[in-house]
């Protein structure tokens, strides 16, 4: 039989048997063979769904964590406000949401080198406890300076579980259960989003803000302990050794970077270029070498997984940060009911995520994704017409749950498919390369929107319920829209280069080397 060697294969690794060609597939049917070693085999009747004897008590587990973190997410954004008011810190109000942020960048890298050498569960509760920890030092805090450093360390532990949940669900759940699993995640952020925001404001109100932030620490208890029973079973596939310095350094790099990027963009003068230059310098050469070879040329494969990624989330939540604004100002809504009209857009999230897990579509998954961005990008493109004063307000909500469903078709499939081409022992990186890819393209894209809304004149817009008359508001927010439109459109463009390339026998790219190399099941039929 005919062999071959991936680039970066070494000789000491058996060669590959040549895979047929499958280049005129929809998606990657698994190949027969026998079942991973991180999965050991069960008989069917024992196996069950995601709900089954064997995933229950780990999938609630999975599914009470995302869900904390979820409201935790709506009621801080809530809290915020009133935090800062208290603490006398209105000037370093961004600084609380850009330390979580640049912090959570730098624990995703690390999470996922930490998860391949030593398994998620010592980034899964090294990040809870981080999270919680951040959470009680900001209940605390008596400053605004040690808030924004609670942040900091809220954001540590949020990169730390984000990435090693991923990795958890690619090594306890078989293919057939990720796509459900993953549907769940998203399913476990409706409530939250929804009452987040209302029980923050009450507890701020009638309490105090402190409480907002030191009760969910309490909370996050019983998760762990519910899942940490199934935690124990998983297959130990430690290579041990210490941490790759150069990835931890590369890390630091990227948040640094991102960090610098934020702070330029909170002053809009011309000193502020310095940082800006800086953080460029530092953040583009880290992040090709922390996301798979051909990332940002839309290569073959995991490439173009990973970039969809960060397009897709971009596009979507770039263009839902100026709806609020443009609603008050433009049609004079109050602050209350410009936010409902997102409200859909998370329900229909969920039902998006939710038709991608079921198990008739898989064949279907490219064509799904697919489907989601021109969606996305038929919602940015319908939100600018409220403008018009004969438009009926109300369209902005359908508009969203219309982006909002193709986003869930998206969102959940690509980390699927990430799973799908990894390899064991390399589902952390890759998956750390995902949601650093989903962080930056949030950064990118949503400040282009914003040089795009200054550049237009949006400045000129008002906040205080009254419209405004002048062109140049509708000019700022047209150009935001119709630009984020068209990176919706070359999102659905990169779904035609999900399929690894012809001829290389289903090769795979990770994002530790660049190198390509087989997956898991091609490893096993090897085997």
């Not at 309490?207 to 998983?234: G, T, Y």
């Not at 064949?363 to 438009?391: E, I, K, Q, W, Y």
């Amino acid at each position: 039989m005919r062999t071959i060697r991936f680039p970066g294969q070494r000789r000491s690794e058996r060669p590959v048997p040549t895979l047929p060609d499958m280049s005129t597939a929809d998606s990657i049917p698994p190949p027969p063979g026998p079942a991973s070693p991180s999965v050991p085999a069960l008989p069917p009747d024992d196996e069950g769904g995601v709900l089954g004897r064997r995933y229950r008590g780990l999938t609630f587990g999975i599914i009470s964590v995302i869900s904390l973190i979820a409201f935790e997410a709506s009621a801080v954004s809530t809290a915020m406000p009133i935090a800062a008011r208290a603490l006398d810190g209105i000037g370093l109000y961004a600084f609380a949401f850009s330390a979580y942020f640049t912090a959570s960048l730098f624990s995703m890298a690390l999470s996922g080198e930490w998860s391949d050498r030593s398994g998620p569960l010592g980034p899964l509760f090294t990040g809870i406890g981080a999270f919680g920890a951040g959470l009680v030092l900001a209940g605390c805090s008596q400053d605004m300076w040690m808030f924004v450093g609670s942040r900091f360390v809220q954001g540590l532990g949020g990169g730390l579980v984000l990435v090693s949940l991923y990795v958890v669900v690619g090594r306890a759940y078989p293919e057939r259960l990720r796509a459900k699993i993953l549907a769940a995640f998203s399913a476990a952020w409706v409530v939250p989003v929804l009452v987040g925001p209302v029980v923050a404001g009450s507890v701020a109100e009638q309490l105090s803000w402190r409480w907002v932030f030191l009760a969910i620490p309490v909370l996050v208890l019983l998760p762990l302990l519910i899942m940490l029973p199934a935690l124990r079973k998983l297959p130990r596939d430690d290579r041990g050794g210490a941490l790759d310095r150069r990835r931890v350094l590369l890390a630091l790099a990227v948040a640094g970077g991102a960090g610098l990027l934020q702070y330029a963009g909170q002053d809009r003068t011309w000193i502020a270029l310095a940082p800006a230059l800086v953080g460029l310098a530092l953040l583009a050469p880290s992040i090709v070498r922390l996301v798979p070879k051909g990332t940002f040329r839309a290569a073959r494969g995991l490439p173009s997984v990973v970039l969809l990624r960060g397009v897709a989330a971009g596009a979507f939540l770039g263009a839902e940060s100026f709806i609020p604004l443009m609603l008050v100002s433009e049609r004079g809504l109050s602050a209350t009911a410009a936010g409902l009209s997102l409200t859909g857009g998370g329900l229909a999230w969920a039902l998006g995520s939710f038709t991608q897990s079921r198990s008739g579509l898989e064949r279907h998954r490219n064509r799904l994704m697919g489907l989601g961005m021109v969606l996305v990008a038929v919602s940015v493109a319908m939100v600018p017409l409220v403008l018009l004063d004969g438009v009926p307000v109300w369209l902005v909500a359908v508009a969203w749950i219309i982006g909002g469903y193709g986003i869930g078709l998206t969102i959940s499939s690509s980390g699927i498919l990430v799973l799908s081409l990894s390899r064991p022992g390399e589902e952390g990186i890759n998956s750390a390369a995902l949601q650093l890819s989903d962080a930056l393209g949030n950064i990118v894209l949503v400040g282009a929107g914003g040089v795009l809304f200054g550049a237009f004149g949006g400045g000129t817009a008002t906040t205080d319920g009254d419209a405004t008359d002048t062109a140049a508001p509708h000019a700022a927010f047209v150009s935001v829209y119709v630009t984020l439109a068209a990176v919706a459109l070359a999102g659905a463009w990169i779904t035609t280069r999900l399929h690894p390339p012809a001829g290389e026998g289903g090769g795979r790219v990770t994002a530790s080397s660049g190198a390509e190399s087989t997956s898991g099941s091609e490893a096993r039929s090897a085997s």
